[in-house]
């Protein structure tokens, strides 16, 4: 503790000089907060008969002996480090060491008021004369009275019965009372009752058994004038000569800032604490330069099957984290780094053995200016399994769905072996001129309904790729008008079998699309098919094509059943149906919708339904207009010349009434036709026949159609001729295929034969295959 300046150079002088006749003060006494004497000079060791070495330690008031109570009050003020003032000591008697009296005069300082070091420095010289009268006798009251007023704290001085004896000023102040509310009231009783608390009552009676040094406690409680405190009140005895009683000093002190917001620390941590300790995580405290625990809540302890206590002092890597010590050190060094380490899943062992998965998450911080490493730990082992288990099941999943795959592409080849020589056969019944009317009927019945099978293969094929994305378009610039007119005349014979009106709005121009003309003619188709289907017989489709703000908008609306509320938002979902009765009697799979809305959204535009039961149905497609330069020609619809010419055409298929079938078509057409079925002999054919084109199937025994098709290529006497797929294999994959092997047209069963005679028509003269692969 640092003195004041001037009187730490005097009481070093005197110390050194020892006293002097002509100094005015000339002894000097330092005494600490506590009241113990730090030190006295040589002077103030002649005047009260204590050594320095004796001397400190001791209390102040058994080596400066007085009665004085205005001293005596200093002093314990002081104790309390209060006062900030000072006092004269008039002339006052001392008892010496040796019991023997000495009067001296001078000051008492409190050097709290002038550096805040908390010492007391007590100034005097003794004087030569005994006085006539001794002062304490008189005045005694006005004494305390001033000192007490001097202090900027609420004090009051109470008699043996706890009424106010006296208050000083900042009390009146502080406190809103006045002398006649205060002076004589039992303490208690001031204000409205404040201070009648239990801890007040204890406070005294420690006093009244005798405790030593000074007792407090803290009131809370509203005051009129100040609102909501807490106050800490501090009790001495004082010890004043010739009392009987021993008088009550108070100092009150306004904690109330300090007192609420260690409230406010407390509640926080106890609630931190209760949070601790309830977490569903586990929680580990670790001192961040060691790393040892210091702490843990009740969830890790019971997670790793562990004490509280046993966890305390040991490493992670000692209570199951991490392989071994290295890689917990590893992580240890990374958090001391980085001050952050995150596992996703991490194994751990429990006491016992048992092992778990668990996310662990540390991180540093400061408490205190001590860095310490927080671990949250959860739980993860039964999602970790319950991952494991949607994994397996993803993989099982994944595999089913190949099969699944290969099962339908399986499914349509077979089904469209079978559908070609009848599709065939029903062409060639056709084309004969047949009197019978029952005949004729039966032919155009066979045909309506392989429409709708061959529609229904194809749905059942495609789905799965479209709806997967595993369909590349083969785009070109084509007329909306161009595709509708195809699909109108693959689904006329339904909108005939059903006596429904067709109107057709195709608009004055043309419209361009960038677009694949066998996928949008695949959606029209499904459109105009469910238009058919849902309508009843007599009913009206309404097609129409208009331009709309730089799009072309295609329009379908019917006046069928529609479509009911709850079902419309579930109308492009895989295999919803709007009939579900046993009778089944509109058929279809309940794809067909699907495949549209994804083939759309594949060409970058949407399509809309409007629908109100039993009022009919608007489909509104929307796709993007091709740019305006480079636009192709027109595209002729002139029928094709049949060409007077005779080609020499191979027709190789495993199924012989598909080979049969066709060739009968074919020589129908004016060509001369052979037939084979297996890859050997179609290519032992074709080299010694020489034919013009070859329509070959793909699936063969001994060498497929690929290979017979590689190896026609390779032969240069054989290279003009035409090769022309016809076979039940549609994916995409498998036309790439035949390109590769230089295959020139790829079509797929059942074939519609009107593509194969206009293909047929082109080859006038033997050329070289030129064109692209074709749909």
């Given at each position: 503790m640092v003195p004041n300046p001037h009187y730490s150079s005097l009481f070093r002088a005197n110390l050194r000089n020892g006293h002097s006749s002509t100094a005015l003060l000339e002894s000097l006494i330092s005494v600490d907060s506590k009241g113990l004497v730090l030190g006295l000079n040589e002077a103030a060791e002649g005047v009260t008969g204590w050594k320095n070495e004796e001397a400190v330690g001791m209390s102040l008031q058994d080596v400066f002996v007085?009665?004085?109570?205005?001293?005596?009050?200093?002093?314990?003020?002081?104790?309390?480090?209060?006062?900030?003032?000072?006092?004269?000591?008039?002339?006052?008697?001392?008892?010496?060491?040796?019991?023997?009296?000495?009067?001296?005069?001078?000051?008492?300082?409190?050097?709290?008021?002038?550096?805040?070091?908390?010492?007391?420095?007590?100034?005097?010289?003794?004087?030569?004369?005994?006085?006539?009268?001794?002062?304490?006798?008189?005045?005694?009251?006005?004494?305390?009275?001033?000192?007490?007023?001097?202090?900027?704290?609420?004090?009051?001085?109470?008699?043996?019965?706890?009424s106010v004896a006296a208050a000083n000023r900042a009390f009146y102040k502080t406190f809103g009372i006045t002398v006649n509310e205060c002076v004589n009231v039992k303490f208690e009783a001031l204000g409205s009752g404040q201070w009648a608390k239990i801890d007040v009552d204890g406070l005294f009676d420690n006093l009244l058994v005798g405790k030593n040094g000074n007792e407090s406690c803290i009131v809370e409680d509203h005051f009129p004038l100040l609102g909501k405190r807490a106050m800490r009140i501090t009790a001495s005895s004082l010890r004043l000569p010739n009392c009987t009683n021993e008088p009550t000093l108070l100092t009150?002190?306004?904690?109330?800032?300090?007192?609420?917001?260690?409230?406010?620390?407390?509640?926080?941590?106890?609630?931190?604490?209760?949070?601790?300790?309830?977490?569903?995580?586990?929680?580990?405290?670790?001192?961040?330069?060691?790393?040892?625990?210091?702490?843990?809540?009740?969830?890790?302890?019971?997670?790793?099957?562990?004490?509280?206590?046993?966890?305390?002092?040991?490493?992670?890597?000692?209570?199951?984290?991490?392989?071994?010590?290295?890689?917990?050190?590893?992580?240890?060094?990374?958090?001391?780094q980085f001050g952050y380490v995150r596992y996703d899943s991490l194994p751990l062992k429990t006491s016992d053995g048992k092992a778990a998965q668990v996310e662990f998450i540390s991180n540093v911080y400061s408490v205190d200016g001590q860095p310490i490493a927080q671990c949250n730990i959860r739980d993860i082992s039964e999602r970790v399994h319950t991952q494991d288990i949607l994994k397996q099941q993803a993989t099982a999943l994944t595999e089913q769905h190949r099969k699944k795959d290969e099962f339908l592409a399986m499914l349509s080849h077979e089904l469209r072996n079978p559908l070609a020589p009848i599709t065939n056969a029903v062409r060639l019944l056709c084309r004969q001129d047949v009197k019978n009317e029952t005949i004729q009927r039966a032919c155009l019945i066979i045909e309506r309904q392989l429409v709708q099978l061959?529609?229904?293969?194809?749905?059942l094929v495609e789905v799965s790729r479209i709806t997967t994305g595993r369909v590349r378009l083969r785009t070109e610039r084509v007329?909306?008008?161009?595709?509708?007119?195809?699909?109108?005349?693959?689904?006329?014979?339904?909108?005939?079998?059903?006596?429904?009106?067709?109107?057709?709005?195709f608009g004055e121009r043309q419209i361009w699309i960038d677009g694949d003309p066998s996928r949008l003619e695949q959606a029209m188709v499904n459109l105009l098919a469910n238009a058919a289907k849902y309508t009843d017989e007599g009913g009206t489709i309404a097609l129409s094509v208009s331009l709309s703000e730089g799009n072309c908008v295609v329009r379908l609306r019917d006046s069928g059943v529609g479509i009911a509320p709850e079902l419309l938002p579930h109308i492009y979902e895989l295999f919803t149906q709007a009939e579900r009765s046993l009778a089944?009697?509109?058929?279809?799979?309940?794809?067909?919708?699907?495949?549209?809305?994804?083939?759309?959204?594949?060409?970058?535009?949407?399509?809309?339904?409007?629908?109100?039961?039993?009022?009919?149905?608007?489909?509104?497609?929307?796709?993007?207009?091709?740019?305006?330069?480079?636009?192709?020609?027109?595209?002729?619809?002139?029928p094709v010349p049949q060409t007077t010419d005779t080609l020499r055409v191979l027709v190789v298929d495993d199924n012989e009434d598909t080979a049969e079938s066709m060739a009968m078509l074919v020589g129908m057409l004016g060509h001369e036709v052979k037939t084979e079925h297996d890859g050997l002999s179609a290519l032992h054919t074709a080299s010694k026949?020489?034919?013009?084109?070859?329509?070959?199937?793909?699936?063969?025994?001994?060498?497929?159609?690929?290979?017979?098709?590689?190896?026609?290529?390779?032969?240069?006497?054989?290279?003009?001729?035409?090769?022309?797929?016809?076979?039940?294999?549609?994916?995409?994959?498998?036309?790439?295929?035949?390109?590769?092997?230089?295959?020139?047209?790829?079509?797929?069963?059942?074939?519609?034969?009107?593509?194969?005679?206009?293909?047929?028509?082109?080859?006038?003269?033997?050329?070289?295959p030129s064109s692209r692969l074709a749909p």
């Open positions: 007085t009665e004085n109570p205005s001293i005596i009050a200093f002093f314990e003020l002081t104790k309390q480090s209060i006062s900030g003032a000072s006092i004269l000591i008039d002339t006052t008697r001392v008892t010496t060491k040796t019991g023997s009296y000495r009067w001296v005069e001078g000051k008492a300082i409190d050097l709290a008021s002038l550096s805040g070091a908390g010492n007391v420095l007590i100034l005097f010289s003794e004087i030569a004369y005994e006085p006539a009268e001794y002062p304490i006798f008189a005045g005694t009251q006005n004494l305390a009275q001033l000192v007490i007023d001097s202090m900027h704290l609420p004090l009051l001085l109470l008699n043996s019965d706890r009150i002190e306004d904690i109330s800032r300090q007192h609420f917001a260690e409230r406010v620390i407390k509640e926080s941590e106890l609630r931190y604490r209760r949070l601790f300790e309830t977490a569903q995580d586990g929680i580990l405290i670790l001192d961040a330069v060691t790393l040892v625990i210091i702490d843990a809540n009740r969830y890790i302890a019971d997670l790793l099957d562990y004490s509280h206590g046993s966890l305390i002092g040991k490493e992670l890597w000692e209570i199951g984290f991490f392989a071994d010590k290295a890689e917990s050190q590893a992580t240890y060094a990374r958090l001391q061959t529609r229904l293969v194809d749905d007329t909306i008008q161009e595709i509708l007119i195809n699909a109108i005349e693959t689904t006329q014979p339904l909108i005939d079998q059903r006596n429904h009106t067709l109107s057709v709005s089944r009697s509109r058929g279809g799979l309940g794809i067909g919708l699907a495949l549209v809305r994804r083939i759309v959204e594949m060409h970058d535009g949407k399509i809309d339904v409007h629908s109100v039961l039993n009022e009919g149905t608007e489909f509104v497609i929307t796709l993007p207009v091709a740019s305006s330069t480079a636009l192709p020609p027109l595209p002729n619809h002139h026949y020489r034919p013009d084109v070859i329509l070959l199937d793909i699936g063969l025994p001994g060498l497929n159609g690929y290979e017979v098709a590689a190896r026609i290529r390779q032969q240069p006497s054989l290279e003009s001729m035409v090769l022309i797929a016809i076979t039940g294999y549609g994916h995409e994959s498998d036309r790439q295929l035949g390109l590769k092997a230089g295959i020139d047209h790829y079509l797929v069963k059942p074939v519609d034969f009107d593509r194969v005679r206009r293909i047929l028509a082109t080859v006038v003269d033997k050329t070289s």
